[in-house]
């Protein structure tokens, strides 16, 4: 997981994921040790903000709170290409009814670094996640002073349906050949 934070390839896996559950780098070097969140080390595209001499020596998660859970997928155009074209991060929390209390929404490969997305994570909150993917968009789009996500699809990927409970700490990957 280090590695690919520290390469900052805006396609790194599982960096997305990682920005949404908050979690934190422990950076250790010739300055001492520090803290620093995941979504502050990746620049730009393979340039990242440790200094001279700093390596990452674990990944902090915090704990997840009762009904709450994260999730990551990614898009790969082709099976045997393993590089995402986009991929999203999801850390949820519900309340008793499942009504989303909490949510954090972060992207990959679609923009220069990995980033989160408080206008998608402002659409679930209040919701039962059970809203079209479609209508996500609509609504985020209409929310004042909200700019246009960086693709139109990468929305698609950060929605859960009733039907699919949320997962506990899971990866998946999609391809348009195992989505179909």
């Known amino acids: 997981m280090a590695g690919n934070l520290c390469n900052a390839s805006p396609a790194a896996d599982p960096v997305p994921a990682m920005i949404a559950a908050n979690a934190v780098a422990r950076v250790n070097g010739p300055s001492g040790e520090r803290d620093c969140p995941v979504q502050d080390i990746p620049v730009a595209p393979g340039h990242n903000s440790l200094a001279k001499g700093e390596f990452i020596t674990s990944i902090l998660l915090p704990a997840c709170p009762v009904n709450a859970s994260d999730a990551y997928q990614r898009f790969i155009p082709h099976t045997e290409m393993d590089i995402a074209v986009v991929s999203a991060g999801v850390s949820l929390a519900l309340d008793k009814d ?10 990959g490969a679609v923009v220069a670094t990995a980033l989160k997305v408080d206008d998608a994570a402002a659409c679930l909150i209040g919701t039962k996640l059970d809203m079209d993917p479609l209508d996500v968009r609509r609504k985020n789009a ?9 693709r139109n699809w990468a929305p698609l990927m950060t929605t859960c349906t009733p039907s699919s409970p949320i997962p506990v700490r899971w990866v998946t ?8």
Request: with cysteine; proline share 7%.
């Open 142 to 150: 209409a929310r004042k002073g909200t700019k246009a996500q960086p």
């Open 173 to 180: 990957t999609i391809s348009p050949m195992a989505a179909a």
């Open 98 to 107: 499942r009504i989303c209390t909490e949510a954090q929404v972060a992207i």
